[in-house]
């Protein structure tokens, strides 16, 4: 034939015009913005794209589709409140080694 096995079997180059991987991918974060690259990169197989998780972390990267990290927990103690506000009483009581107890460390504070 005159020409290599291996220029045979080569596949043709595929377009790098990702414009179509892009858009869907804003459409997805738009919706779902704590969306990391793993569920990105399921929603868009369910679409039908076949893409591979470094090139989406990499897009994602490239057009700021970073997730919005979800608060793990709620604030629960509210400071501006009418109640008294006890003193610290402990404030001034200074352990000289570990696992001293309270009351000795304060009767060696007094003497």
């Known amino acids: 034939m005159g020409m290599a096995r291996s220029t045979f079997y080569d596949r043709p180059?595929?377009?790098?015009?990702d414009t179509a991987i892009v858009e869907a991918m804003?459409?997805?974060c738009d919706e779902f913005e704590f969306y990391g690259y793993r569920r990105v990169g399921a929603a868009l197989h369910q679409q039908?794209?076949?893409v591979n998780h470094k090139?989406?972390?990499?897009?994602?990267?490239?057009?700021?589709?970073?997730?919005?990290?979800?608060?793990?927990?709620v604030a629960t103690t509210d400071?501006?409140?009418?109640?008294?506000?006890?003193?610290?009483?402990?404030?001034?009581?200074?352990?000289t080694f570990p696992r001293t107890p309270l009351h000795a460390a304060s009767l060696r504070q007094a003497a």
């Open 13 to 17: 180059a595929r377009a790098t015009d």
């Open 26 to 28: 804003f459409a997805i």
């Open 48 to 50: 039908g794209f076949v």
């Open 55 to 73: 090139k989406i972390r990499r897009l994602m990267r490239d057009h700021g589709l970073q997730p919005t990290f979800r608060r793990r927990y």
């Open 79 to 95: 400071s501006n409140h009418d109640s008294p506000i006890f003193p610290n009483l402990a404030k001034d009581i200074v352990l």
